[in-house]
């Protein structure tokens, strides 16, 4: 891979992005002003959970642009809500076609809506899930030089399936990791590298 695509890309705006946030208007804007940030509500960090686990095997900018049809799908990704899904509700959502159409996927969604209710009892989701934060964050240079997986990220992903959930696996829980600022794999010279307030610049 050339520098120019392993590196940051400069925008008209001056500022430098890595190459999947660099040009699409709408992963430019996600990048800006959502990922990396803390995410520390349940809601919001099942959401998350889920919509890591559609994204397996896709682009995020197809799970990105499905989200508002995703959100109304699965009532705002509200656990209690979701939990309370029968197989009826797994056969409309089929034919759903503004969400991913995957019927394990979708199963999933449910198995973990009612693993979150369960984890109420031991402390909850967010503090179960950021209590895999690492010690260190990485620190890349070049976009090759970002890891798919950590040892927390193994962890963490052995630990939910304990606690029942589903599609949880090392790769798709490192990726949650970077979405709500439990690691920080921004580029060194990105501007928004230290944006979490979790981790320095």
């Known amino acids: 891979m050339s520098p120019t695509l392993n590196g940051p890309i400069t925008g008209d705006d001056g500022l430098g992005r890595p190459p999947w946030a660099a040009t699409n208007p709408m992963l430019r804007d996600y ?19 889920s919509l890591e686990a559609f994204q ?14 995703f959100r109304t799908a699965f009532q705002g990704f509200q656990p209690d809500a979701v939990a309370d899904f029968t197989e009826a509700d797994v056969e409309r959502l089929l034919q ?15 198995t973990n809506a009612r693993a979150t209710l369960a984890l109420r009892d031991d402390g909850g989701l967010v503090d179960f899930v950021w209590g895999f934060q690492p010690a260190s964050t990485p620190e890349p240079v070049l976009t090759d030089q970002i890891p798919t997986t950590s040892p927390e ?25 970077e979405a ?3 690691v920080d794999t921004h580029l060194l010279d990105s501007h928004r590298r230290g944006s979490s307030g979790i981790w320095p610049r």
Do not use: C
């Open 31 to 49: 990048y800006d002003h959502e990922w990396g940030l803390p995410v520390r509500d349940e809601q919001g960090l099942f959401e998350r959970i």
């Open 56 to 69: 397996a095997g896709l682009s995020w900018a197809t799970i990105l642009r499905k989200r508002p049809a």
């Open 96 to 110: 759903d076609a503004g969400i991913v159409r995957n019927r394990l996927k979708i199963r999933a969604t449910i």
């Open 153 to 177: 990220s193994i962890a963490l992903s052995k630990a939910l399936r304990k606690k029942g959930f589903a599609f949880v696996g090392p790769t798709t829980m490192f990726a949650l990791m």
């Open 180 to 182: 709500v600022g439990m």
